[in-house]
């Protein structure tokens, strides 16, 4: 069997945000989505308990959040890495106007519930949150409110207080695909632009009328990009994809 697809969920989620990729590559690898991070309160202690559940040798995929948590995690995997996908993150710090938009979401929650929470950020992160599958949709409703707003909350601090990890960059060492939506307000894509200069040989691709959830927005075209790159089809450079035909 082909060597063990690792993915990384982003803020207050888990496996359903990911049931796209998880229904495309289960037939053929292992896949595992690390758990029980999400109840941190900073990125080191989520390093730890991701790092906990690693295998030896793996392809990682890692989304916004689960970005954070990759980036930090570089000194401990030197070696390890089959390949390194980074979805729609960023090397930087918090900035001040992020966390506002934090605060207010966050205050949404603490009053109308993790469903309301979830709904407004899925509708500011993605294009069209309505297209996505309502079944999907749902689940990652359902993680959300599973979660809790404890976990909401401390996944709120850790971020805000994240550490800068650009200089950690340079320790990547496997081919690393960069994948960004040209409409992703969340982390625009200059932050994926800064990631693909400092990871010498990366391939930065661009998905246009994309928000920030392309495993969600472009399933298809997400899966196929990571077919490709886990099973060695490495292009360099900057690409920018529309909708699949």
């Known amino acids: ?19 796209n990729q998880i229904r495309h590559f289960e037939p053929t690898r292992q896949v595992i989505v ?3 991070h999400q109840q941190c309160d900073t990125i080191p202690a989520m390093c730890a308990r991701v790092h906990e559940q690693l295998p030896e040798r ?38 001040p106007a992020s966390t506002a938009r ?29 297209a996505v599958d309502p079944d999907i949709r749902a689940g990652l409703r359902d993680a959300a409110v599973e979660l809790g707003v404890d976990a909401y909350r401390g996944q709120q601090k850790a971020i805000i207080n994240r550490p800068d990890s650009r200089s950690l960059l340079k320790l990547v ?11 992703d307000t969340v982390t ?4 994926a632009r ?19 959830c392309a495993p969600l927005e472009y399933p298809e075209l997400t899966n196929r990009l990571l077919s490709d790159w886990c099973s060695g ?8 994809l529309g909708r699949l035909g």
Not at 233 to 240: I, M
């Open 194 to 212: 800064e990631i693909h200069e400092a990871i010498v040989g990366s391939r930065l691709i661009i998905i246009e009328n994309c928000g920030h």
């Open 58 to 95: 793996f392809h990682l995929v890692a989304w916004s959040m689960g970005g954070y948590v990759a980036m930090q995690l570089l000194p401990r995997l030197t070696g390890r890495l089959l390949s390194l996908t980074l979805i729609s993150t960023s090397a930087r710090p918090e900035d």
């Open 34 to 36: 690390p758990q029980r």
């Open 188 to 191: 625009p894509p200059e932050c």
């Open 173 to 183: 060492d496997c081919p690393t695909l960069v994948l960004v939506g040209d409409r």
């Open 233 to 240: 089809a490495v292009e360099y450079g900057l690409q920018t």
């Open 102 to 130: 934090r605060m207010e979401i966050l205050a949404l929650a603490e009053r109308d519930g993790m469903a309301a929470s979830n709904r407004r950020t899925m509708t500011q992160a993605c294009v069209d949150f309505d």
């Open 1 to 19: 069997m082909p060597e063990p697809l690792v993915l990384l969920p982003g803020l207050q989620a888990d496996h359903r945000s990911w049931v």
